[in-house]
């Protein structure tokens, strides 16, 4: 770009010598230099004056085309460290979401316990990686902060029994979890710089992968399907 930008301006700056020459020789065939100066001095002023524009011009274009490129690396350099993150982050979540469907279980059970917890490191990883996604990639992370920030919310207040533990909020807390588990599950392929390979798990492959850790998997099933539908 700043090559094309320096020989355009050499060319016009070349032709426009090269006009002003022609206009102040033309019908002054034995005009010599000092009386071709004299005569024709106030056509220089302008061409220099243009020229001086020009290379203005360039000046200005070439140092936006830098300061691009250097903007540019820079996104680049934030993106893949961002991203690098978000791989470990998305790791963290999975086995949150993974203890916390042990946890509703014993619960459901009457094994009561303490539910686990996430850091909010781990949510800030991902709420920088947003900016750097596509469309979909983006609405992908920012609906996987809200689930995480919802399931903080009401893992709080049963702490400080505010909520009321029965069989509906086990339930409803199974699925968001489950939820969560599938959000950031689907999000690895993005974080591994696989842009154009996208995950399609659904809340029915993530209770397949976590069956195991729960003790009634059929009743389970059953809810998933009730307040879900039938997979599809």
């Not at 019908?27 to 001095?41: A, M, T």
């Amino acid at each position: 770009m700043a090559n094309s930008n320096l020989t355009t301006i050499s060319i016009l700056g070349f032709l426009s010598f090269g006009i002003a020459l022609g206009v102040a020789l033309g019908g002054n065939d034995n005009i010599g230099l000092y009386e071709f100066i004299h005569k024709w001095k106030e056509l220089f002023g302008p061409l220099i004056a243009i020229i001086a524009v020009w290379a203005a011009i360039y000046n200005s274009t070439n140092q936006i085309n830098t300061t691009f490129t250097l903007k540019k690396e820079e996104f680049d350099r934030e993106n893949k460290a961002s991203r690098a993150v978000l791989n470990f982050a998305l790791s963290k979540i999975c086995r949150y979401a993974e203890l916390y469907i042990s946890f509703l279980d014993n619960l459901a059970n009457d094994r009561p316990g303490a539910p686990p917890e996430i850091d909010d490191s781990i949510l800030d990883s991902i709420f920088n990686c947003i900016r750097f996604g596509t469309k979909e990639e983006t609405l992908a992370m920012a609906t996987l902060l809200s689930e995480l920030q919802v399931h903080k919310a009401r893992t709080s207040a049963i702490i400080d029994h505010n909520e009321e533990i029965n069989d509906l909020w086990i339930e409803g807390m199974i699925i968001r979890a489950l939820n969560i588990y599938t959000d950031a599950s689907n999000l690895f392929n993005y974080s591994r710089f696989h842009d154009d390979e996208h995950g399609f798990m659904s809340v029915y492959s993530a209770f397949r992968i976590n069956r195991r850790r729960f003790t009634k998997p059929v009743e389970i099933q059953a809810i998933l399907e009730r307040r879900l539908g039938p997979e599809q």
